[in-house]
C-alpha cells in the first residue's frame, strides 16, 4: 500500500510538470500581445518596452518558462497584467469560493443520482427507470447557464425566496451564505446528477448480473442483503472514480455557473485573464486548476485500492 | 452408495420462457427420484434445458419470462415449484447447495472468503461470527485448502482456479444441505484439477450422505461419478438408466451418438472424433415427434416426424424415449468406433495416399 501511494504520487508530480509545458506552450502560442492590450489607447514605445523589460517578456520562451516554473514552485506565480497584484493571493483568495460551490454541486448530484440510478437499475424497465432515464436526458441536455436564469427568475425574482447571485463568505455568515449558495449548486447539481444517473444505473447493472450475485441468491441470502453487499459494494468502484471526475471537471469547469451568479471563483478569475490577455493570471489559474483535478485523481485512485482488494496488491 | 430414502422427487417439471418469438419450451416434462446419498448425472448438450431444470426448481431463473409448472417435492413434503420467494429463500443455500461452473467469477472479488463462506451460516444457522469462522475453518480443511485459518482472510484473487472452486464447494455444503447441485462445476477448470474436484465431491458425499445432482455435458466425467444417469435433449429425458447399464449398453441414438463423440486414448483405428450431424433444435422452434430425429442417423420414418415418443422402461430400470432402440450389436459397434486416432504421422500420410 505504502508503495503505492508514493508511485501514484510520483506519477501525479511529473504529469503536473507535463500540464505545467502544456499550459505554458500553449498560452504563448496564443496571438495577442499581451502588454499592448493592458496599455490600450495609451500606448507609449517607451513605456511598452519598459514593461516588457520588467514583465520579463523580451527573454527567451525557455528562460520565461524556468523563471515561472521555479517562480511556482515556491508559491510565486508572478504579478497580474491587469490589477499588478500577486496572483497567488488573488486565487487563493477565489479557491475557497470555487471549492465551496464544486463540493456543494456534487452533493446536489449524488443526491439525486445515487437514488434515482439505483432505483431504475432495480426497476429496470418499470415506469420509475424510464422517469430517471427522462430526467438523466434533459439533465445533460439543458445548457447550464440557461437552467441557472431560469432558477433565478423562479426562486429569486418571482418568489423571492433566495438571493438571485453573490458570494458570502460561510465564516462571515453561515446562514446568508447558504441562501446564496443553493441556486447556483442546484444548476450545477442538477447537471452532474444527470450525468452520475446514467452511470450509476449502468454500473449496478453490471453489477447485478455478475455470476458471484447468482451464487449469493443460490445461497439463499435476502435480497437487501445482496444489493447492499453484492450489488451496491461492487458497483461503488466505478461511481467512485466518476464522481472523483466530476468533482474534479467541477472545480475547473465552472465557469458558466460563476459567471451567471456573480460568483468569486476561480473560474471568473479565469475567464476574465482569457479576456484581458493577462498571461500569468491565467497560467496560475489553469495550473491551479490543473492541479486540483489530478489531486482529486490521486485520492480517487487511492480510495480506489481500498475498494477494490484487488489493485493494492498487482 | 445411496439407500432408500428418496430427498428429491421431480414430476412433470415444465419450463418455459417467453420470448419474441412465442414461448421457448426448455424443459418439456422431467421426472425423477433423488436418493439419499445418491448422484445423480444429468447429461446433455448446452441447451438441452440441463442446467434450467434444476435452477428451477428454487426459481432461480428469472420470472417472468420464465415460467415453471410441475412439483419437486424435498425431504418428503415440502413442494417447491408452489413455493413463495420468502419460503424459497429459506431452501436455497440450506436445504439445496449449488457450485455453479466458473471459480473464477461466482466469488465476489471485494470479500474475503471467509465472509463468503460464514454470510449464509449466519444468515440460515444463526451462527454468531465466531462460530461460523470455526466453522469456516473446518469447512475449507475438509474440502482441502491448506492452513485454512490463515486462508480465511484471504480474497478471491489470492486462490488459484482449482482453490476458489474448493472454496465455491464449501459455500454449498456450509449449511448441510440435503442437495447439492453442481453445475458443470468441473468444465471450467484444467483436466487434473476437474478429477481433483470430482474426486472431492465423491468424498464429501461418502462422508455427510447428501444426494448431488451433477450436470455436465461430458459423458467422461459421468461415468467415473455417476450412480444414474439422465441423458437430455430439446428438454426431453431422452435415456435414464444407472451410470452402468448405461455405458454398458446405451439404448437411445443420441446416447450412441454422445459416446461416439467421445475421445479414447490410444486408440489407432479412427481418424477423427465422430460428430453428431446438425444443431439441437431451437425451443421456440421444436421439431414434431420425435425431438431428435431431424438428427438421427439410426432410423427417420413417418412415424418419428408425427408422433412423439413415450418414456418406455425397456429394461428394469433403463427407460428409453425412443420407438426403435438401437440393436446391441450396433451400440457394441458405436462404441467401437469412438476411438481417437493417434497414429503415427507417416502411417497417416501412406493412408491418405
Redesign the interface.
Same mark, same amino acid.
Given at each position: 500500500m505504502g508503495r503505492y501511494v508514493l508511485r501514484r504520487t510520483a506519477q501525479a508530480a511529473v504529469a503536473l510538470l507535463g500540464v505545467s509545458i502544456v499550459v505554458f506552450a500553449l498560452i504563448h502560442l496564443v496571438p495577442g500581445d499581451p502588454v499592448r492590450t493592458a496599455l490600450g489607447t495609451r500606448f507609449d514605445q517607451d513605456l511598452y518596452d519598459a514593461l516588457i523589460a520588467r514583465s520579463g517578456l523580451d527573454q527567451p520562451l525557455l528562460v520565461q518558462y524556468w523563471n515561472w516554473l521555479t517562480g511556482a514552485l515556491t508559491g510565486d506565480l508572478g504579478v497580474s497584467f491587469r490589477t499588478g497584484e500577486p496572483i497567488t493571493a488573488a486565487l487563493l483568495q477565489r479557491l475557497p469560493a470555487t471549492a465551496l460551490l464544486a463540493v456543494a454541486s456534487l452533493l446536489v448530484g449524488l443526491l439525486i443520482a445515487l437514488p434515482a440510478g439505483i432505483i431504475s437499475a432495480v426497476r429496470q424497465g418499470k415506469p420509475v427507470d424510464y422517469a430517471a432515464s427522462g430526467f438523466s436526458q434533459i439533465g445533460v441536455s439543458v445548457p447550464d447557464f440557461w437552467f441557472g436564469l431560469l432558477l433565478i427568475l423562479v426562486f429569486a425574482r418571482t418568489l423571492g425566496w433566495l438571493p438571485p447571485s453573490g458570494y458570502t463568505s460561510p465564516l462571515e455568515d453561515p446562514v446568508e451564505a447558504i441562501r446564496r449558495l443553493i441556486l447556483p449548486a442546484v444548476t450545477a447539481g442538477v447537471v452532474t446528477g444527470a450525468i452520475l444517473t446514467r452511470f450509476v444505473r449502468s454500473s449496478v447493472l453490471e453489477a447485478m448480473s455478475?455470476?458471484?450475485v447468482? $451464487?449469493?441468491?443460490?445461497?439463499?441470502?435476502?435480497d437487501r442483503?445482496i444489493l447492499r453487499?453484492?450489488v451496491l459494494?461492487?458497483a461503488w468502484?466505478p461511481v467512485v472514480t466518476v464522481t472523483g471526475l466530476q468533482l474534479a471537471t467541477l472545480l475547473g469547469g465552472i465557469v458558466v455557473v460563476e459567471v451567471v451568479f456573480a460568483w468569486p471563483g476561480v473560474g471568473r478569475y479565469a475567464l476574465d485573464s482569457v479576456v484581458r490577455r493577462d498571461y500569468p493570471a491565467l497560467q496560475g489559474a489553469v495550473l491551479l486548476i490543473a492541479a486540483g483535478f489530478l489531486l482529486i485523481n490521486l485520492l480517487v485512485d487511492l480510495l480506489y485500492a481500498k $475498494?477494490?482488494?484487488?489493485i493494492s496488491?498487482s | 452408495m445411496s439407500d432408500d430414502e428418496v430427498v428429491l422427487s421431480v414430476r412433470d417439471l415444465e419450463v418455459s420462457f417467453g420470448t419474441k418469438r412465442g414461448r421457448a419450451q426448455v424443459v418439456r416434462g422431467i421426472d425423477y427420484d433423488l436418493h439419499r446419498g445418491e448422484t445423480l448425472a444429468i447429461v446433455g448438450e448446452s441447451g438441452s434445458g440441463k442446467s434450467v431444470s434444476t435452477l428451477a426448481l428454487t426459481k432461480l431463473i428469472p420470472i417472468p419470462p420464465g415460467r415453471v409448472t410441475g412439483t419437486a417435492h424435498l425431504g418428503g413434503d415440502l413442494e417447491l415449484i408452489a413455493m413463495s420467494e420468502q419460503e424459497l429463500s429459506h431452501v436455497r443455500g440450506r436445504r439445496v447447495g449449488f457450485v455453479f461452473q466458473d471459480p473464477m467469477t461466482s466469488l465476489n472479488p471485494v470479500h474475503t472468503i471467509g465472509r463468503q463462506l460464514t454470510e449464509g451460516m449466519r444468515h440460515h444457522l444463526g451462527l454468531s461470527e465466531g462460530d461460523a469462522r470455526d466453522r469456516a475453518v473446518d469447512l475449507l480443511h475438509k474440502v482441502g485448502i491448506p492452513s485454512p485459518e490463515r486462508r480465511l482472510d484471504d480474497f478471491p484473487h489470492q486462490f488459484s482456479g482449482g482453490m476458489r472452486q474448493r472454496v465455491v464447494i464449501a459455500i454449498g455444503l456450509s449449511c448441510d444441505p440435503e442437495v447439492l447441485i453442481a453445475d458443470e462445476a468441473t468444465t471450467a477448470l484444467d483436466v487434473t484439477t476437474q478429477a481433483q474436484i470430482t474426486d472431492l465431491v465423491a468424498e464429501l458425499q461418502a462422508e455427510l450422505g447428501m444426494a448431488v445432482i451433477w450436470i455436465t455435458h461430458d459423458l467422461g466425467v459421468v461415468a467415473g461419478i455417476a450412480d444414474r444417469v439422465l441423458v437430455m435433449y430439446a428438454g426431453e429425458v431422452v435415456e435414464a438408466a444407472s451410470a452402468e447399464a448405461l455405458f454398458a449398453r446405451p439404448r437411445h441414438p443420441y446416447t450412441i451418438g454422445l459416446q461416439a463423440s467421445l475421445p479414447v486414448l490410444g486408440d489407432v483405428d479412427r481418424h477423427d472424433l465422430a460428430a453428431i450431424p446438425g444443431l439441437p433444435p431451437a425451443p421456440t422452434a421444436l421439431p414434431e415427434g420425435c425431438g431428435f430425429h431431424p438428427r438421427c442417423s439410426y432410423r427417420d420414418d413417418a412415424r418419428c416426424a408425427t408422433e412423439r415418443p413415450p418414456l418406455t422402461e425397456v429394461v428394469e430400470g433403463h427407460w428409453v424415449r425412443s420407438f426403435y432402440e438401437v440393436p446391441a450389436e450396433d451400440a457394441a459397434r458405436a462404441a467401437a468406433a469412438s476411438r481417437i486416432d493417434i497414429e503415427p504421422p507417416d502411417a497417416r500420410d501412406e493412408g491418405v495416399a
Amino acid at each position: 500500500m505504502g508503495r503505492y501511494v508514493l508511485r501514484r504520487t510520483a506519477q501525479a508530480a511529473v504529469a503536473l510538470l507535463g500540464v505545467s509545458i502544456v499550459v505554458f506552450a500553449l498560452i504563448h502560442l496564443v496571438p495577442g500581445d499581451p502588454v499592448r492590450t493592458a496599455l490600450g489607447t495609451r500606448f507609449d514605445q517607451d513605456l511598452y518596452d519598459a514593461l516588457i523589460a520588467r514583465s520579463g517578456l523580451d527573454q527567451p520562451l525557455l528562460v520565461q518558462y524556468w523563471n515561472w516554473l521555479t517562480g511556482a514552485l515556491t508559491g510565486d506565480l508572478g504579478v497580474s497584467f491587469r490589477t499588478g497584484e500577486p496572483i497567488t493571493a488573488a486565487l487563493l483568495q477565489r479557491l475557497p469560493a470555487t471549492a465551496l460551490l464544486a463540493v456543494a454541486s456534487l452533493l446536489v448530484g449524488l443526491l439525486i443520482a445515487l437514488p434515482a440510478g439505483i432505483i431504475s437499475a432495480v426497476r429496470q424497465g418499470k415506469p420509475v427507470d424510464y422517469a430517471a432515464s427522462g430526467f438523466s436526458q434533459i439533465g445533460v441536455s439543458v445548457p447550464d447557464f440557461w437552467f441557472g436564469l431560469l432558477l433565478i427568475l423562479v426562486f429569486a425574482r418571482t418568489l423571492g425566496w433566495l438571493p438571485p447571485s453573490g458570494y458570502t463568505s460561510p465564516l462571515e455568515d453561515p446562514v446568508e451564505a447558504i441562501r446564496r449558495l443553493i441556486l447556483p449548486a442546484v444548476t450545477a447539481g442538477v447537471v452532474t446528477g444527470a450525468i452520475l444517473t446514467r452511470f450509476v444505473r449502468s454500473s449496478v447493472l453490471e453489477a447485478m448480473s455478475a455470476e458471484h450475485v447468482r $451464487l449469493a441468491r443460490a445461497k439463499g441470502m435476502p435480497d437487501r442483503y445482496i444489493l447492499r453487499h453484492h450489488v451496491l459494494r461492487n458497483a461503488w468502484i466505478p461511481v467512485v472514480t466518476v464522481t472523483g471526475l466530476q468533482l474534479a471537471t467541477l472545480l475547473g469547469g465552472i465557469v458558466v455557473v460563476e459567471v451567471v451568479f456573480a460568483w468569486p471563483g476561480v473560474g471568473r478569475y479565469a475567464l476574465d485573464s482569457v479576456v484581458r490577455r493577462d498571461y500569468p493570471a491565467l497560467q496560475g489559474a489553469v495550473l491551479l486548476i490543473a492541479a486540483g483535478f489530478l489531486l482529486i485523481n490521486l485520492l480517487v485512485d487511492l480510495l480506489y485500492a481500498k $475498494l477494490d482488494p484487488r489493485i493494492s496488491v498487482s | 452408495m445411496s439407500d432408500d430414502e428418496v430427498v428429491l422427487s421431480v414430476r412433470d417439471l415444465e419450463v418455459s420462457f417467453g420470448t419474441k418469438r412465442g414461448r421457448a419450451q426448455v424443459v418439456r416434462g422431467i421426472d425423477y427420484d433423488l436418493h439419499r446419498g445418491e448422484t445423480l448425472a444429468i447429461v446433455g448438450e448446452s441447451g438441452s434445458g440441463k442446467s434450467v431444470s434444476t435452477l428451477a426448481l428454487t426459481k432461480l431463473i428469472p420470472i417472468p419470462p420464465g415460467r415453471v409448472t410441475g412439483t419437486a417435492h424435498l425431504g418428503g413434503d415440502l413442494e417447491l415449484i408452489a413455493m413463495s420467494e420468502q419460503e424459497l429463500s429459506h431452501v436455497r443455500g440450506r436445504r439445496v447447495g449449488f457450485v455453479f461452473q466458473d471459480p473464477m467469477t461466482s466469488l465476489n472479488p471485494v470479500h474475503t472468503i471467509g465472509r463468503q463462506l460464514t454470510e449464509g451460516m449466519r444468515h440460515h444457522l444463526g451462527l454468531s461470527e465466531g462460530d461460523a469462522r470455526d466453522r469456516a475453518v473446518d469447512l475449507l480443511h475438509k474440502v482441502g485448502i491448506p492452513s485454512p485459518e490463515r486462508r480465511l482472510d484471504d480474497f478471491p484473487h489470492q486462490f488459484s482456479g482449482g482453490m476458489r472452486q474448493r472454496v465455491v464447494i464449501a459455500i454449498g455444503l456450509s449449511c448441510d444441505p440435503e442437495v447439492l447441485i453442481a453445475d458443470e462445476a468441473t468444465t471450467a477448470l484444467d483436466v487434473t484439477t476437474q478429477a481433483q474436484i470430482t474426486d472431492l465431491v465423491a468424498e464429501l458425499q461418502a462422508e455427510l450422505g447428501m444426494a448431488v445432482i451433477w450436470i455436465t455435458h461430458d459423458l467422461g466425467v459421468v461415468a467415473g461419478i455417476a450412480d444414474r444417469v439422465l441423458v437430455m435433449y430439446a428438454g426431453e429425458v431422452v435415456e435414464a438408466a444407472s451410470a452402468e447399464a448405461l455405458f454398458a449398453r446405451p439404448r437411445h441414438p443420441y446416447t450412441i451418438g454422445l459416446q461416439a463423440s467421445l475421445p479414447v486414448l490410444g486408440d489407432v483405428d479412427r481418424h477423427d472424433l465422430a460428430a453428431i450431424p446438425g444443431l439441437p433444435p431451437a425451443p421456440t422452434a421444436l421439431p414434431e415427434g420425435c425431438g431428435f430425429h431431424p438428427r438421427c442417423s439410426y432410423r427417420d420414418d413417418a412415424r418419428c416426424a408425427t408422433e412423439r415418443p413415450p418414456l418406455t422402461e425397456v429394461v428394469e430400470g433403463h427407460w428409453v424415449r425412443s420407438f426403435y432402440e438401437v440393436p446391441a450389436e450396433d451400440a457394441a459397434r458405436a462404441a467401437a468406433a469412438s476411438r481417437i486416432d493417434i497414429e503415427p504421422p507417416d502411417a497417416r500420410d501412406e493412408g491418405v495416399a
